[in-house]
């Protein structure tokens, strides 16, 4: 049987009310822990904070949502794979063919976050769903940064996933904003950067 390890954790945000809440944890997952926290340069109580927050704000939703995680490496290579086919099948103008497959995925991915945001949220608008995708990329390793200067909004989304991703990101963000705001708004992408511009 395993050992034991009694514990209390206290959420120490500033911004959060904060609980004493005492738990019993298997020895061996107390050990992983507290290695983690080290290498991360935290401490154990912060470290399972972030943990239980995750589960909290996004874990507890992946099975009932069908969210699975995948590799980075599968998702850039899968949008590059269609670029790839239609190389060697002898199309020479593959942008349009790209476009194409890019929009297409934008739209998909837009109407299929409508209920995982309702679902999560219980709401359905523009900040509940700029919410869920924030969530969504602190989790999958994803950078983002939202920046606010009077009305105008900057997001810039590094994702590392090459050009065709970011394609993708700005059709998305293009999507959120047209059709949930009506407003429109300037991007700007390299090949793993995505940035977009908005007054609100």
């Known amino acids: ?64 949502l069908g969210i699975m995680p995948v590799p980075k490496d599968l998702l850039s290579s899968l949008m590059n794979k269609a670029v790839v086919i239609a190389e060697e099948n002898g199309i020479k103008d593959i942008d349009p063919y790209r476009d194409k497959i890019v929009k297409q995925a934008a739209e998909f991915a837009f109407d299929i976050m409508k209920d995982s945001v309702l679902f999560m949220k219980k709401n359905y608008n523009l900040w509940t769903v700029l919410a869920v995708l924030q969530e969504y990329m602190k989790v999958s390793g994803i950078n983002a940064d939202h920046i606010i200067n009077g009305r105008k909004h900057i997001f810039v989304i590094q994702h590392d996933l090459g050009e065709n991703w970011s394609l993708f990101t700005k059709e998305l963000l293009q999507l959120i904003f047209e059709r949930l705001a009506k407003v429109r708004i300037e991007t ?13």
Do not use: C, P
């Open 1 to 64: 049987m395993e050992d034991l390890q009694e514990g209390t954790l206290t959420d120490t945000s500033q911004s959060k009310k904060t609980r004493s809440v005492t738990f019993r944890i298997e020895s061996s997952v107390v050990d992983e822990l507290q290695r983690e926290a080290d290498a991360k340069e935290v401490s154990l109580n912060v470290l399972v904070n972030q943990v239980l927050r995750r589960f909290a704000e996004w874990g507890r939703y992946e099975n009932k």
């Open 188 to 200: 700007h992408v390299t090949s793993n950067t995505a940035k977009a511009e908005v007054e609100l």
